[in-house]
């Protein structure tokens, strides 16, 4: 059995769909967390490309975290059962993804003073703009009563609920599992039954409270 480390900032943020997927395959790994403001500056210069997450198979280094989900995806058999459904999949996963750069766009690009707009009209139009999106998708599927893709979960819904349960409230400055999804019922309910599987639900319970 191969051995798994991560290696990432004291954060969810681009690490979390690693560890959503090694925690729903049953997978033991090393959790190293590298705190942002005391350790980051010094320890930046010992990562290849200086950037993190770094995920070990075997004390082999990986980088960039899409290729790390994609892979871990396709090793545990959360990638679709054919390269039609692989694509949908992607398809989600990137519709959702978009909502960080939009994100990153107003916020550093915005002169301070106006930053507070920004930041309400990134909830009110980009974030309600993608979810209803998202919404819809999944409605496609089952009736919205299940999953993105076909009759089992994928990276489609691990991408999915990291975005709006873990990153969309980080950058609106709110609580984890907070941001308000206004008449998606399917949306509401997806993001329910992910949080009740039982290996997901013991792993946020005693996963560390961060601020990203």
């Keep these: ?51 993190v997450p770094v995920f070990e198979i075997d004390g082999k280094k990986y980088h960039q975290s899409h290729a ?14 054919s390269n039609e459904e692989a694509l949908r999949i992607d398809m989600v996963c990137e ?8 994100y990153f766009k107003k916020y550093y690009w915005t002169p301070e003073d106006q930053k507070v707009q920004a930041m309400e ?46 990153i969309i409230p980080w950058l609106l400055e709110i609580k984890e599992g907070e941001y308000k999804l206004k008449d998606k019922d399917a949306l509401k309910g997806f993001i329910q039954r992910f949080k009740a599987i039982d290996s997901i639900a013991a792993y946020m319970k005693k996963r560390p409270v961060t601020d990203f």
């Design 1 to 51: 059995m191969p051995s798994y480390k991560l290696t990432y900032l004291n954060g969810k943020a681009r690490a979390e769909n690693i560890r959503y997927l090694l925690v729903l395959a049953g997978k033991q790994f090393e959790d190293q967390r590298i705190d942002y403001e005391k350790d980051w500056k010094a320890q930046k210069a010992n990562f290849e490309y200086g950037q």
């Design 68 to 81: 790390i989900w994609r892979y871990l995806a396709k090793e545990f058999g959360y990638y679709g059962s």
């Design 95 to 102: 519709l959702a993804d978009e909502l960080l750069p939009f």
């Design 121 to 166: 009209e990134y909830e009110k139009k980009d974030a309600e703009r993608v979810t209803g999106y998202l919404e819809k998708l999944l409605k496609q599927n089952n009736g919205g009563a299940g999953w993105f893709i076909g009759d089992k979960m994928t990276l489609a819904d691990v991408m999915v609920f990291n975005v709006i349960h873990d």
